[in-house]
C-alpha cells in the first residue's frame, strides 16, 4: 500500500523556519515525482514545490521561491521541505503527493494526511 | 502561469441528479487535466486523469471530458456519499488547480 506521512508541522512566529518531512512507503521511492501542496483554512489548494525522481529538478511556486527548498533523501524515502523566512500568509495544511511519474508534469495519485503550519506571533 | 477557472462553487441538488462541474485554463493544456474529490478534514483523493480516464476504485457515475481550455466533470447520478468540494488541477506546465466546487445536497 503506498503511504505518505508529513511530519515537521507547528507553530513558529513570522520570520521563522520549520523543515517539514514526507516519509514515503510502498512504492519505488525514486521512480515517483513529489510535491507539496498546501490548504489554507477554508480555502483551495496551492501546488508549492515539487522534486523530480532524482532530486535534480526542483521546482517553485513564485509565492515561495526564495523562502521555501525542497530536497530528497532517496535512500531514507523521504521529501524535505526547508522553509524559512515563515510569514503569517503560509500558514496552513501542508500536504506532500506523489506525481505518476518522474517528472513533475503528471496527476497527484496519493497524498499524504496532511500537517498543520501556523505561522504567528 | 496557467490560471484554471471553475464553476460553479457551490452547487446543491438532489440525490439521484446529473451534475456537471466545468474546469477553464487560461491556454490549452491539452488533456493534462485530473480532477479530484476532497471531504472536509481530509486529503484530496484522485478521481480522474488524463481528462476523461477513471481512477481505479472510482465509482463509474464519476466521467470526466474536453480537451484544450475546456473541461467538466459530471456525475451521472449524484449520491450521499457524493458530497464534497472537488477540484480540478492541470499539470501541463507544473501545477495549477481550481478554486473548487463544493457539492451539497
Known amino acids: 500500500e503506498v503511504q505518505l506521512l508529513e511530519s515537521g508541522g507547528g507553530l513558529v512566529q513570522p520570520g521563522g523556519s520549520l523543515r517539514l518531512s514526507c516519509a514515503a512507503s510502498?512504492?519505488?521511492?525514486?521512480?515517483?515525482?513529489i510535491s507539496w501542496v498546501r490548504q489554507t483554512a477554508g480555502k483551495g489548494l496551492e501546488w508549492i514545490s515539487a522534486s523530480s525522481a532524482d532530486g535534480t529538478g526542483r521546482y517553485y511556486a513564485d509565492s515561495v521561491k526564495g523562502r521555501f527548498t525542497i530536497s530528497r533523501d532517496n535512500s531514507r524515502n523521504t521529501v524535505y521541505l526547508q522553509m524559512i523566512g515563515l510569514r503569517v500568509e503560509d500558514t496552513a495544511v501542508y500536504y506532500c503527493?506523489?506525481?505518476?511519474?518522474?517528472?513533475?508534469?503528471?496527476?497527484?495519485?496519493?497524498w499524504g494526511q496532511g500537517t498543520q503550519v501556523t505561522v504567528s506571533s | 502561469d496557467i490560471q484554471m477557472t471553475q464553476s460553479p462553487s457551490t452547487l446543491s441538488a438532489s440525490v439521484g441528479d446529473r451534475v456537471t462541474i466545468t474546469c477553464r485554463a487560461s491556454q490549452s493544456i491539452s488533456g493534462w487535466l485530473a480532477w479530484y474529490q476532497q471531504k472536509p478534514g481530509k486529503a484530496p483523493k484522485l478521481l480522474i486523469y488524463?481528462?476523461?480516464s477513471l481512477q481505479s476504485g472510482v465509482p463509474s457515475r464519476f466521467s470526466g471530458s474536453g480537451s484544450g481550455t475546456e473541461f467538466t466533470l459530471t456525475i451521472s447520478s449524484l449520491q450521499p456519499d457524493d458530497v464534497a468540494t472537488y477540484y480540478c488541477h492541470q499539470h501541463n506546465h507544473l501545477h495549477t488547480f481550481g478554486l473548487g466546487t463544493k457539492v451539497e445536497i
Open positions: 503527493a506523489r506525481e505518476n511519474g518522474a517528472y513533475p508534469r503528471n496527476w497527484f495519485d496519493a
Open positions: 488524463d481528462a476523461s
Open positions: 510502498g512504492f519505488t521511492f525514486n521512480s515517483n515525482a
